[in-house]
């Protein structure tokens, strides 16, 4: 007798056997127990879930010689039939290779004649998103009104693809995408049943590798076992899959939460040494980071205490801080896309891994980047205590200075704030500009065009302000308008605004000019705190480190930011 597949031999036969589908077989079971049933049923999901199984088995309720049930004898002829795919009154079509409109229209026409052997004519249409335009209209009519001893089953991958007028015609079921436990634990029952050795990480590598489809798991179950010679192994299962065992990805892991580039190196060697399928890792890798998120911040979450992988996980989560494991996790998943890109797998893999080394979260407090210049790698240390160089705030700085102006309909401010005190003036009487602009609540393209304009007179209840010929393109309808508006408010009358052109040795003092002085003394005086700090001399003398001047940046006395 020839050899029958697992996916086969095992292929489920009643609604009780079903894994991972019991929102779909509570809803079967009533409709089959109270009689209440469609004549059009579309079962949709990824492949592998069991739709056409559901067909077969809802064919045999309908039929079954002992009545019809939820719960077929699976004994009797029809039964039997139905099984071994030879029941004349269940008609399977592949729409992928019958998608003309004449063989829809054959379907149509024996429709009409009543079943030969059972109480219903069964049609199940496989992947019938495949069928033609013209097939669909010339389905519609008997799909909407068929005879009362027919029944469609119609399954696909894609319902994204069917007509709305075809959808709307049957009750859908979303059938779900299988879990590795689910997955685990048919492959256990069955291989108890076969009477196969086995080990359990080999069953939980190959139901991860199913990705959710309980059929290709089978499938790669019957590889793996004529792979081990009729057992079941990790090593092997490992190997044939092109995948790393779960201590090796907690090595990478570990490597870099020690930030120890050379023994990260190490590892993505010996990962290298088994071909594997780089894309798989980094996967493998995503799927830890995740676990280890989970044990981080949500109270009371422990994966089992039995195992070691798993007590390891633990003892990386308290030493890695959340921000890392996010950084990392986007890290593999972006990598993982981008590995068509690289000049190679490998290669792909290493500069991945290397990215989370060299990007990892340094403190919040300033920091000086230490540099050794032999080995090339970097460490972060934190200064020994804040830089107090640059205590003043820049007022009203302009957040983005080089975005172009926004177009008139995306012109936005907030409300201003209406004058309730008299604005500071200077000598001359004109009103303080960047007092102003905070009354005003100036921001945004509002701001930007207010931040770079000097204050130079005023004619009547106008205000004539210059600016370089570089920002006059903002100084456009409605803004002006508006800002007219939100100043008039600030300052408790109406006014109006006029720009002019300045040349650049004219106009130096600008809210923004200052604030950018501002900006380069602090970041001055914070370079040369770090670059007398003691601690930052002793590591350049007995380490040959240098500081990298773009790493440090100015603290914030007062809100603490840098």
């Known amino acids: 007798m020839s050899y029958q597949v697992l996916a086969r031999k095992w292929r489920p036969r009643k609604f009780a056997e079903l894994v991972g589908q019991e929102h779909v077989v509570r809803a079967l079971t009533n409709a089959l ?22 067909a077969r088995i809802f064919a045999k309720s309908l039929n079954c010689e002992r009545g019809q049930s939820a719960d077929p004898c699976g004994e009797c002829s029809v039964c039997t039939a139905v099984d071994e795919g030879r029941f004349v009154d269940l008609l399977e079509i592949d729409a992928a290779s019958n998608t003309g409109v004449d063989d829809v229209r054959e379907v149509i026409e024996n429709a009409q004649y009543a079943p030969s052997r059972g109480r219903f004519k069964v049609y199940l249409v496989d992947e019938v998103h495949m069928l033609s335009k013209n097939a669909f209209n010339a389905l519609l009519k008997t799909l909407e009104e068929p005879p009362p001893h027919v029944k469609f089953l119609l399954a696909t991958t894609d319902p994204q693809k069917l007509p709305v007028t075809v959808l709307s015609r049957c009750l859908k079921f979303n059938l779900k995408r299988l879990l590795p436990d689910q997955i685990s634990g048919q492959m256990r029952h069955i291989l108890g049943a076969e009477n196969i050795a086995y080990e359990d990480s080999a069953i939980g590598e190959l139901a991860r590798a199913a990705d959710g489809s309980l059929r290709d798991g089978l499938s790669l179950l019957d590889q793996a076992i004529a792979y081990g010679g009729g057992a079941l192994h990790a090593d092997d299962v490992r190997t044939m899959l092109g995948s790393v065992a779960r201590g090796q990805v907690l090595g990478v892991l570990d490597a870099l939460a020690a930030g120890n580039g050379e023994r990260l190196l190490v590892e993505c060697t010996q990962i290298a040494s088994y071909s594997p399928d780089f894309g798989g890792v980094l996967d493998d890798i995503a799927s830890v980071l995740h676990r280890l998120q989970l044990i981080q911040l949500i109270p009371g979450y422990r994966p089992d205490e039995d195992s070691d992988d798993d007590n390891a996980l633990t003892a990386l989560a308290e030493r890695m801080t959340p921000e890392d494991v996010q950084l990392y996790y986007q890290i593999a998943t972006s990598g993982r896309r981008d ?40 460490v972060s240390a934190p200064a020994p205590r804040p830089v107090a160089a640059a205590p003043v705030r820049p007022a009203a700085v302009p957040e983005r200075q080089h975005e172009p102006p926004s177009p008139p309909r995306a012109v936005s401010a907030p409300a201003p704030v209406v004058a309730t005190a008299p604005v500071a003036r200077d000598a001359n009487g004109l009103p303080d500009w960047e007092a102003l602009i905070e009354r005003a609540g100036l921001r945004g393209p509002f701001g930007l065009l207010a931040q770079n304009a000097v204050l130079r007179e005023r004619d009547g209840q106008t205000l004539v302000l210059a600016l370089q010929p570089a920002h006059m393109s903002l100084a456009v309808e409605p803004m002006v308008s508006q800002m007219e508006e939100r100043i008039g408010q600030a300052l408790g009358e109406r006014i109006r605004l006029r720009f002019v052109n300045s040349s650049l040795d004219a106009i130096t003092q600008t809210p923004a000019a200052r604030a950018a002085q501002v900006r380069d003394a602090a970041q001055a005086a914070a370079e040369q705190a770090i670059e007398g700090d003691p601690l930052v001399q002793s590591m350049k003398r007995e380490f040959g480190a240098r500081v990298v001047p773009q790493s440090i940046k100015p603290f914030d006395n007062e809100s603490g930011a840098v």
């Open 339 to 378: 590995l068509a890109l690289a000049p190679d797998a490998r290669t792909g893999f290493e500069m991945a891994l290397l990215r989370m080394l060299a990007f990892r979260p340094g403190d919040a407090a300033p920091t000086a980047r230490i540099e050794r210049p032999v080995a090339g790698s970097q």
């Open 33 to 54: 127990e109270t009689g209440r049933m469609h004549h059009a049923y579309l079962f949709t999901g990824t492949r592998g879930v069991g739709k056409t199984t559901i």
